[in-house]
Structure formats: C-alpha cells, structure tokens
C-alpha cells in the first residue's frame, strides 16, 4: 500500500517536505546526544572550513566533510529508530545494522580528519 501522501505534486509537496525535514532536525537535535555532539562540532568547524579553506574548492572540502557527518549521524539515527521500533530484544541482525550505522558514522569522521589534514597542510 502506497502512503496517501504521496499524491502530493508541485508546491505542495514542497512546502510538506521542508516540514517533515525540519521535524527530523528537530528530532535529532532532541532526542539524539551524538547528533548534538557534531551539531556542536560543525558550528564551530564550518565557519574555521570557511576562513581557513584555501580556495572554493578547499573550503567546499573543508565544509562538506563536516556536513556529511551530520548527514550520516542522520542516517543512523534513522536505522536505530526503525531497528528499535520493530523490537527492543536482542538480535544479530538488529545488532549488525546498529553497528553497521555506527561504523559509517566513524568513518565519516576519518574523512574530516583526513580532509582537513589533506587540505590545510598542503
């Protein structure tokens, strides 16, 4: 069965998607700690990735690495939501997509470290 909301089209779903993103943030920004530990961190480091980038291209990496932290915190989240909805018990499969989540979520910030250090020492 498709989602009645789907029917929406033009402005509409606009206006209905920026909704349902901002109540996402919101969530996170509630309800997540790790979500509001990086929140932290980008406020501090966007505005350093834009001072400090070298040129376009290196604050884009600077800022995007950064950014696609929170995109992951996000995701995870999201998988952790849904894994916990269907069950609290223990299982290897819930376990193995928590912790599937949480290694993209390190790995995201290798990738700041690296672009960082990539960036602004050459």
């Not at 480091?45 to 950014?67: C, D, E, H, N, R």
């Not at 999201?78 to 949480?102: F, N, P, Y």
């Amino acid at each position: 069965m498709e989602s009645p909301h789907k029917g929406k089209t033009g402005l509409q779903r606009l206006v209905n998607a920026t909704r349902y993103s901002l109540a996402g943030l919101a969530a996170a920004a509630k309800h997540e700690d790790a979500f509001r530990q990086e929140l932290m961190l980008a406020i501090v480091l966007v505005p350093l990735g834009l001072w400090f980038g070298p040129s376009g291209t290196g604050k884009a990496l600077l800022v995007g690495s950064v950014l696609l932290v929170l995109v992951v915190e996000l995701l995870n989240s999201a998988i952790e939501a849904t894994v916990d909805r269907i069950s609290l018990e223990d299982h290897s499969l819930a376990k193995r997509a928590k912790d599937i989540g949480s290694a993209a979520v390190m790995l995201s910030l290798v990738n700041v470290a690296a672009v960082w250090l990539l960036v602004l020492a050459y």
